[in-house]
């Protein structure tokens, strides 16, 4: 299995307090990913990265930050949480596509479950 | 934009059933496919995936056969067991570098088999 951890695995919160997640991998894997998982929805980026430093949008990325200062950790920042934000998020890892293919696999963390009441 | 479209659940099956879950996709280019399973309380994992037209992903039982002509990726056991109970996603990873490194996951399919 590839080395990917996520915490916390569960997290309650008021509506308002800021929240940070945290993915940490240990495979050097370039590409780093958050996802929320809702019913009805699938999985939908939030943002990503491409190296340290190095973030982009996804499709659902208003209300969130991110920061990746060393490769193997990316963190995942509510600024004022709230309820809409209920969820369980996944963090994924990848060394990416496009090497002569394109394929990309990426590998997932645990998930973390989180409540905003 | 690209997309992914799979059929509905939940599907219910009685174990040996043959088992179908349809998924289309609509991209530019040569996309990778994949499928996704993921167990309760788990993260996904990747099932099988392939990478450019009439290639077949296989693993544990499960078949996708990559059709171009249909933009279609569906996936197929002959003889599901309770241990396949899961929810099943389909995704793509588009071409060229800014997509290629995106997927994009179908809604999800979650099965059961009855014993």
């Known amino acids: 299995d590839a080395g990917i951890t996520q915490s916390p695995r569960h997290k309650v919160t008021e509506t308002g307090t800021p929240v940070t997640l945290r993915c940490h991998q240990t495979?050097?894997?370039?590409?780093m990913y958050w996802y929320r998982q809702d019913p009805g929805h699938g999985l939908r980026l939030i943002h990503y990265s491409y190296g340290v430093k190095d973030t982009d949008k996804g499709e659902v990325s208003d209300g969130y930050s991110v920061s990746r200062s060393k490769t193997e950790d990316f963190l995942l920042t509510l600024e004022s949480a709230t309820s809409s934000q209920t969820s369980v998020y996944f963090c994924?890892?990848?060394?990416?596509?496009?090497?002569?293919?394109?394929?990309?696999?990426?590998?997932f963390g645990p998930g973390t479950r989180l409540t905003v009441l | 934009g690209n997309s992914v479209t799979q059929m509905e659940g939940p599907v219910t099956l009685s174990e040996e059933a043959f088992l179908t879950i349809n998924c289309t996709y609509t991209a530019t280019g040569y996309p990778s496919l994949f499928w996704y399973v993921q167990y309760p309380g788990e993260g996904l994992q990747l099932l099988l995936k392939?990478?450019?037209?009439?290639d077949k992903g296989s693993n544990k039982g499960f078949e996708a056969t990559y059709r171009k002509e249909t933009t279609s990726f569906h996936l197929e056991k002959g003889s599901v067991q309770v241990s396949d109970s899961a929810v099943y996603f389909c995704a793509l990873s588009g071409s060229g570098d800014s997509s290629a490194s995106k997927i994009i996951f179908g809604s999800g399919t979650r099965l059961s088999i009855r014993p």
């Open positions: 994924a890892i990848s060394e990416g596509g496009d090497r002569g293919g394109n394929y990309n696999e990426q590998f």
């Open positions: 495979e050097n894997h370039r590409y």
């Open positions: 392939a990478t450019k037209a009439d």
